[in-house]
């Protein structure tokens, strides 16, 4: 068992309909979760980072957590063309970055 | 505020021939600091991290060797590349304290020809 794991997709959703990415994680002692997104040839960049249990709101983006259940996902509300990329997991144990493979979201117009 | 530069952006090289890959953070003291390769299609590899001068954990045993003369310099070396060496090399640095994201450069291809 992979200790981050995501679908790699691809994901396909219609313009202006709502992504869901999903992402589970193996270690209980997991502190905390971030997206990254990554366009085709660029480094990954930081969408957003949860540490407690429930729901973080930013823009169009939600991070949702759930430690029992030991997920994390992302949603993206109002899908954009430029939504379009990659979607990296990363799980923090022990000062480490655990990654998933990523989720590869397309948004179709 | 903080930047990471990383460079070059593009390599092509000759199996056999050395490799030097340079990293600097700014606007940061005492960051831990990353070597990552990525695969196509793949997800993101740890080779190497710092959390201090002098002080590299190595992930992945490989030709591949890291450096870090200064506290905000990261040095990525091989003496003879192979093939397999191929791919995306991102530097990334954060904190060294809990709940601390990464932040990451913009990325070196290598292609060894």
């Known amino acids: 068992q992979k200790e981050v794991e995501q679908n790699s997709g691809p994901l396909s959703v219609p313009e202006g309909a709502i992504a869901s990415l999903n992402c589970t994680y193996s270690?209980?002692?997991?502190?905390?979760f971030f997206w990254y997104r990554q366009y085709s040839g660029k480094s990954p960049e930081l969408i957003m980072s949860?540490?407690s249990n429930g729901d973080k709101e930013d823009g169009r983006f939600t991070a949702q957590l759930n430690k029992a259940s030991q997920y994390v996902s992302l949603l993206i509300r109002d899908s954009q063309p430029s939504d379009s990329a990659t979607y990296l997991c990363?799980?923090?144990?022990?000062?480490?970055?655990?990654w998933g493979a990523g989720t590869k979201l397309i948004i179709k117009p | 505020s903080q930047t990471i530069h990383q460079w070059p952006a593009t390599l092509v090289q000759p199996v056999g021939s050395p490799l030097s890959l340079e990293c600097t953070v700014e606007?940061?003291?005492?960051?831990?600091l990353y070597w990552y390769r990525q695969a196509a299609g793949r997800g993101l590899q740890l080779l190497f991290y710092?959390?201090?001068?002098?002080?590299i954990s190595s992930e992945v045993p490989q030709n591949l060797s890291a450096s870090r003369p200064q506290d905000r310099q990261f040095i990525l070396s091989s003496k003879k590349l192979l093939l397999s060496d191929s791919g995306f090399y991102l530097c990334?640095?954060?904190?060294?304290?809990?709940?601390?994201?990464?932040?990451f450069g913009q990325g070196t291809r290598l292609t060894v020809v």
């Open positions: 710092s959390v201090g001068i002098g002080q």
């Open positions: 990363a799980v923090l144990r022990n000062y480490q970055l655990i």
């Open positions: 606007g940061t003291s005492n960051p831990n």
């Open positions: 990334a640095w954060n904190h060294g304290a809990p709940n601390t994201e990464a932040f």
């Open positions: 949860i540490y």
């Open positions: 270690d209980r002692g997991s502190q905390s």
